[in-house]
């Protein structure tokens, strides 16, 4: 991210400095040949893309969050195997879990756990990717998709970035939150666009109208999911008829006493 000299840094800007020395402490621990000789770097991956349009698929990527940086701690209580298998056995087309633990309180082990309470689950690993050793990383932890962010990332590293994760058998979720971001990250490396209707600037709560206006600017080859901000059906069902087929959801379900519980009820 580059920002101008004495300006203030935006959340985004503080995650992502972060990351990097988050990232750099990481390729010192482990090397990328010790990840590749790790359990689930061998596994074939599952499609979010084909789980989101299959006909009778809920479209609901059901997210394990701790807290964030806007809400403080949503739910501490739960473990991540009971929230993500309640979730699947709700419904739930995709799992989506956060691995960064400074300002998300997410672990590998979380991620982990997931994988192996849910195997026949397409995962997604929720994270601030800025390395191709991050790409690596989330294949060895049995990752099925890795999340690309338009705001911290420029076109050559969503390229670099993509190409990897789909050399390796995982699909690439795009991240947007405008047609600028949109028009210079989208590519053939990119397997799902989605548009996030918060404001990664601050974190803020924004609504869906994100969603709403990026519709038909995002290239028909692509699934179109969105992110965040979505806290009922009907919200869901005006979505459907902008064509959007995936909806990540993570607060709504983890800051109630019963996360699987509450999808349930929504879906119904």
Known sequence: MRRELGKKMSILDQIIAKKREEVAASKKAKSVTDLEKQGYFARSCHSLSMSLIAPASTGIIAEFKRKSPSKGIINDRMGVDE???GYVEAGAACLSVLTDEHFFGGTYADFELARKTNPGTPLLRKDFMIDEYQI???KSMGADVVLLIAAALSPSEVKTLGTLARSLGMETLLEVHDQEELDRSVGDYISVVGVNNRNLKNFSEQNVEASKVLADKIPAQFVKVS???ISSAEIIKDLKTYGYRGF????????TTNPGEALTEFLK
């Open 248 to 255: 990540l959801i993570g607060e709504s379900f983890m800051k």
């Open 83 to 85: 929230v993500t298998r």
């Open 227 to 229: 992110e965040s901000c």
């Open 136 to 138: 690596i990383e989330a």
